[in-house]
């Protein structure tokens, strides 16, 4: 595997005696965007910290196109670009200034460059103005630019879409998409909301409780959990069709069956010539904590 | 590295606050000057307006005393210095009761040199990396290709050249503003320097003479040297721990006991291994008693080396070694 861009193996980190991450292994891929999927607690940003190398892992090593972050820092770094949690610039400098500021941090990078990369971001009109005059979404817009001024190979984004309005979101979801598709970027996205993942990422990564409890493309783990809702009336009656082609769960009115596309037409055929009326069909995403019910097998998330 | 130092200095040069430093200097210097001008003119009025005739009458007196036979070597030798001295003010045309403008700095760098420079300093040092962790840029400073001790040591050598610029305003502004009043003559006027207290005995075998430049000259290299310890404990206290306000707060204590612990504590020998007894390094040049006993400006100048040697290495420890959440 040559385009492995990003690679984790048994990771651990232990504070005190509680071991809070217990052995991680997984890896990146040049052009995919991969998701972190947890709750909040289950290890992710202490994960994204020790990859970034701003803590310690107790053993376990990470490589960032091929160099140790640990032995090699310099070396690794520069093919990273990271914002961990809010992207933190300095508010009493302009936007040029900040970027200003990292782009000294790093070998040569021209004036050019910068311009390239604001003009990338589409932060061209306010980039001289005092960074704590910016709305989140221009602070947010800065701190990929500054992440993106290295050009690096691996991009760490832990909570990227935090604190955006639905607009921002779905701006942000087409940036990160972009970098992935065109620019050949791997990046790495952590969140705790599953449509989030759904919508945005190739694989995902699932932990809870400082495990990976599993990894798979987004379509096996994601999709394939989706299930439809039926609104049927009389719903007693209805239940007893459906369970004669499939599993049938009932909540709150609603009738729960697998969503496999072909077969819903012909059982909403079959329930028609019954007399069912049927009010609502819906594809339902599951979420999150019945996803980790169904991946820990009843284990809840605390 | 030079452009890292470069990145410190933009920072600390927009926040302002060189230039608040300088504001209170001005302020304060103002201050000071006005409240010298009076006591001139106070004395001036006590000891009449004819001040050439009495510093001649001190000289003739001298004159005489040392013309008898019966005076030990030492008493001799220093009253020949203070005989030297009047003479030069009196060629010279200086009034030694009414100072100058380097003689106002001289006074205002020895009173400041303990209290009021350190001070200033730590409004620099003590914010220097702990602002950085309440902003959080720290997280992304430290996932630059930098190695952690050189970001750090960006920020000391800033932080040195940040204390220099404070020492050189506070200098400039002593002699301007208080020039305006008192004239900007006296830098060759001299010095008497070298006494040591020693058991309450005034030991005054090293007394000599030396002009105020040269004495200004060491007087601002200890106030410095000072500086630059108390910066290094403030950069210390800022990297262990992450709130400023507790830093500025731990470190304004040392300073304030520090000035009242020399004024209490000559019997408590131990006392004056705590570095803060031990920052006025002025004191041992014009003769002031030290605090305790047997305290001397090599001591001292030890001493501190060793406080600063100490907080340097922790700063470099838990810099580089610690994780940042």
Known sequence: MTDVTLAVKNLRKTIGRKEIIKGLNFELHKGEVFGFLGPNGAGKTTTIRMLTGLIKPTTGSISICGFDVRRDFTKAMQYLGCIVENPELYPYLSGWDNLLHFARMLPSISEKQIEETIRFVGLDDRIHDKVKTYSLGMRQRLGIAQALLNRPKVLILDEPTNGLDPAGIREMRQFIRNLAENEGLSVLVSSHLLSEIQLLCDRVAIMQKGEIISVDSVENLLTKQEKLAWKVSPLQRGKEILERFTEVQVEDGYIFTPLIDEKAAEWSKTLMEEGISILEMNRKIPVLEDLFLQLTGGETVD | ?325
């Open chain 2, 1 to 325: 590295m030079i452009k890292l130092i470069h990145n410190e200095m933009m920072k600390i040069l927009a926040r302002k606050r060189l230039i608040v430093i300088a504001l209170i200097t001005a302020v304060l210097v103002a201050l000071f000057t006005y409240a010298q001008y009076k006591e001139t003119l106070e004395r001036q009025e006590k000891l009449g307006s004819d001040w050439r005739a009495q510093v001649q009458a001190q000289i003739v007196d001298i004159s005489n005393r040392l013309s008898s036979s019966r005076m030990s070597e030492d008493l001799r030798e220093r009253l020949q210095i203070t005989l030297k001295q009047s003479q030069y003010y009196l060629d010279h045309d200086i009034n030694p009761t009414e100072p100058g403008a380097p003689s106002f700095v001289r006074m205002f760098i020895e009173n400041a040199g303990s209290m009021f420079i350190p001070l200033l300093v730590m409004v620099v040092a003590s914010d220097l990396v702990s602002s950085e962790h309440t902003l959080g840029s720290i997280k992304l400073l430290l996932t630059r290709p930098v190695k952690r001790w050189q970001i750090l040591l960006s920020k000391y050598l800033a932080l040195i050249l940040s204390i220099s610029i404070i020492i050189a305003i506070v200098g400039v502004l002593a002699y301007l503003l208080s020039g305006v009043v008192f004239g900007y003559r006296g830098m060759n006027a001299p010095i008497i320097t070298g006494f040591t207290a020693q058991g309450g005995n005034l030991d005054t075998s090293e007394v000599r003479l030396v002009s105020q430049w040269r004495f200004l000259f060491m007087e601002f290299g200890l106030v410095w040297f000072v500086a630059v310890v108390v910066g290094t404990l403030s950069f210390m206290l800022s990297v262990l721990i992450r709130s400023t306000a507790a830093g500025m707060g731990i470190m304004l204590a040392a300073l304030i006991s520090g000035s009242i612990l020399s004024n209490m504590v000559s019997s408590w020998e131990f006392a004056k291994y705590l570095f803060m007894v031990n920052l006025n390094l002025t004191g041992y040049l014009s003769g002031v008693a030290p605090p305790i006993e047997g305290m001397t400006l090599l001591f001292s100048i030890t001493l501190l080396f060793i406080w600063w040697l100490a907080s340097l290495f922790v700063s470099f420890l838990v810099f580089t070694t610690q994780d940042v959440y």
